[in-house]
């Protein structure tokens, strides 16, 4: 098979694939992961394929929520991230935890700080965060139960902080780094990295002085946060040919990614008033304008999204408590006619492309 003829089936594999999900448009019903609470605020932080959400609520501690039961793990206990066993991170003043059936072991810093704080969990029980290593000095660390492993800094850097490992091991965050700018001079900030092969390496800015890796899937891609030329933030996913921009409103982060790519966070117009993101059919939506029916809820904060297409983070109940959701993707069919058309257009489309692509390989 040719170079040329495999960069034509990839064109009609990336044809098909919006018309195969225009099949129905995509809303979301709101659940309250903390409907009894009626004072103080929850939040959740994580969710993985099962459903189970991982978060906080005040007063109350760490708590996991599934299928309408909630379980409260400690009131001392801060939760960062679930995996997909359902064992949960997180940190207890100046220690790390994990929550595995209901006992929680500590992760001890043995890089010679005083302190150490989880960030993140893959499913194989991985944790990661940062680690203090002397006083003012952290370095982000991968942790498998007491043997914590500093994963250093970008080059000419001291400090970094890990918030995110994948199922391979990789794992993102921030480091300070030096470039050098358009004069020569060295300028210092924190850039957002990933790991391969145990070594960070550099993914750069938004055109800015710095970036930060929030989330990192499978596939190695990471979301963050980035600064920008004007100075403004804005949200991005990483790609080969550096950091894309997905930002909305004059500030924006991304705080979760899933293995198809799609990214959730929070934006804001005006740097007071907070909206939930997320990326839907390659366009970045405001998630409070996908939600069925009238819920009266509002959405400021979506932190994670599993790979069922399910996001967790916090908003505004329709009574004015902050409060922990869960939204669920709900099919929306689209007329019939329009299936029709866009079957039509495809098929016309791939004959066209086929009978191209076969003309270029005679």
Known sequence: MTKKFKKQLLGLLLMAGPVYSAHAAVLYSVTDLTPDLEFGWSQAVGINDAGQVAGNAAGTGAFIAHNGTLNYLSPHFTAVGINGSGQVAGYSGQSSLKYTNGSLTPITNSLGGSYIYAAGINDGGLVTGRAEITPGITHAFAA????????????????????????????????????????????????????????????????????????????????????????????????????????????????????????????????????????LNGEVTDLNTVIAGSSGWVLEHATDVNNNGNIVGYGLTPSGRRHAFLLTPVAVPLPAAFWLFGSALFGWAATRARKSAVQSLI
């Open 144 to 279: 498998d139960g007491n043997s914590v492993q500093s994963l250093g800094v970008l080059a000419g850097g001291h400090v970094s902080n890990g918030y995110a490992i994948n199922n391979r091991g990789q794992v993102t965050g921030d480091s300070y780094t030096y470039i050098a700018d358009a004069s020569g001079r060295s300028i210092g900030g924190f850039h957002a990295f990933v790991t391969e092969d145990g070594l960070m390496r550099d993914l750069g800015t938004l055109g800015g002085g710095y970036s930060r890796g929030y989330a990192i899937n499978d596939a190695g891609l990471v979301a963050g946060e980035s600064s920008r030329a004007d100075g403004s933030v804005h949200a991005f996913i990483s790609s080969d040919n550096g950091l894309l921009d997905v930002g909305m409103g004059i500030w924006s982060s991304a705080s979760g990614i899933n293995n198809i790519g799609q990214v959730v966070g929070h934006y804001s117009v005006d740097n007071q008033v907070y909206r939930a993101f997320a990326t």
